[in-house]
């Protein structure tokens, strides 16, 4: 939300659009410039205030006013999260709108209150920004996402919250912990859509929250949840029409002196006409013998992937290859194919990232319950 140019690059800018025009800037006054008068001018430009999109860098008061004024790349962050945002809510129902303004504005809240200058524990307020201008910007990007006759746009909750544990000495961590959650929403919804849109909301509050799969969700998130700690939830839309939506949300939480945070992926797959999450008999007939066939066809496909020079020995990859595929929360699925995404240290060390198998419908045909129709499932993104 803040500019660099100045004044001085305006008129650069101008010489030179003329010149490509084929005319020389002198030839449309005819005149030449006194010293006195050049003067007189650069004077008033230099004395001109430096505007930013958001807000007058020559009235900024809190350390993030100032250091963004300071720092050319946070600059141009700002006026690319300012210009993201302002594109974001032109493309949407004015309801769905003030929605992402009051996000936005939380966020700017959130933002000052998160990254204090804390240059007295080697964690300058310049880092921390540049830390969370990128994130904020990449959620932006996204833009309302046309799927399916559907639009999905970003919708955000910030949370801080004061740490609980004594820091070790010479921690650089500050004395609270972060959270940042995101997820999907659709605009202008049918009533199908809008409970959709409170399903997956729910699920974002699940997550950001620390409640588990089987414990009762709360109505909001649980901001205790984040002291030291930094809890990041997202998503990303896999798949949408008409009968179903697929997201994946991810979570991340790093615990203030881990090694690395601990990361989940959560698939969560809903039938809009049905308003309720998929079943497993949805698919699967019983008694079909589908989790057998799905295990080892999974353990096939895992050995003979690109990944299989990484996986673990061959006894502890089939019995964690059959624990995962009766778990749905390790399930995607399309109109092209049926996914098992397995977990962290499941099959192969964290370092080897996401693992997964994908598995053809045709093979499925056998094991799926009457009136599955994969064919009316929504085609991959």
């Not at 809190?62 to 600059?75: F, G, M, Q």
């Not at 909001?220 to 002291?227: G, M, N, P």
């Not at 019995?319 to 009766?326: D, I, L, R, Y």
Request: net charge positive.
């Amino acid at each position: 939300m803040h500019s660099s140019r100045t004044p001085q690059a305006a008129i650069f800018q101008c010489t030179q659009r003329c010149r490509r025009r084929g005319r020389e800037p002198g030839r449309l006054f005819r005149m030449r410039l006194s010293a006195r008068f050049v003067v007189m001018i650069l004077a008033v430009l230099s004395a001109a205030p430096a505007v930013a999109a958001g807000f007058d860098c020559a009235k900024a008061t809190t350390p993030r006013e100032k250091t963004v004024c300071a720092d050319p790349e946070l600059s141009k962050l700002d006026e690319d999260v300012a210009a993201a945002y302002k594109a974001l809510r032109s493309q949407l129902s004015p309801a769905s709108a003030a929605r992402v303004q009051q996000d936005q504005r939380a966020w700017l809240r959130w933002l000052d209150a998160s990254c204090p200058d804390l240059k007295d524990k080697e964690r300058p307020i310049g880092g921390c920004l540049g830390n969370a201008y990128p994130r904020q910007l990449q959620m932006l990007q996204k833009q309302p996402q046309r799927v399916g006759g559907m639009t999905f746009f970003p919708r955000l909750r910030m949370a801080i919250a004061p740490n609980t544990q004594t820091p070790a000495p010479g921690s650089f961590y500050p004395s609270f912990g972060v959270g940042r959650f995101s997820w999907p929403e659709i605009d202008q919804p049918t009533p199908e859509q809008a409970a959709w849109n409170a399903a997956v909301r729910s699920e974002a509050v699940r997550l950001g929250s620390g409640t588990r799969p089987r414990q009762r969700t709360p109505s909001d998130f649980r901001t205790a949840f984040v002291a030291d700690s930094e809890v990041d939830v997202g998503y990303v839309l896999k798949a949408a029409n008409e009968s179903l939506i697929s997201v994946v949300m991810g979570k991340s939480i790093y615990e203030y002196g881990a090694a690395h945070p601990n990361e989940d992926v959560i698939p969560v797959q809903w039938w809009l006409r049905l308003k309720r999450p998929l079943k497993g008999d949805d698919i699967f007939k019983t008694g079909s013998g589908w989790e057998q066939f799905l295990g080892k066809r999974c353990y096939e496909v895992l050995k003979s992937g690109e990944q299989a020079q990484y996986l673990y020995d061959d006894k502890t990859v089939r019995e964690a290859t059959m624990s995962s595929v009766k778990q749905m929360n390790n399930w995607t699925l399309d109109a092209q194919g049926f996914q098992v995404n397995f977990p962290e240290y499941g099959v192969a060390p964290r370092v080897v990232g996401e693992v997964s198998a994908r598995i053809r419908w045709e093979e499925l045909k056998p094991y799926l319950a009457p009136g599955f129709r994969p064919a009316d499932l929504p085609q991959p993104r």
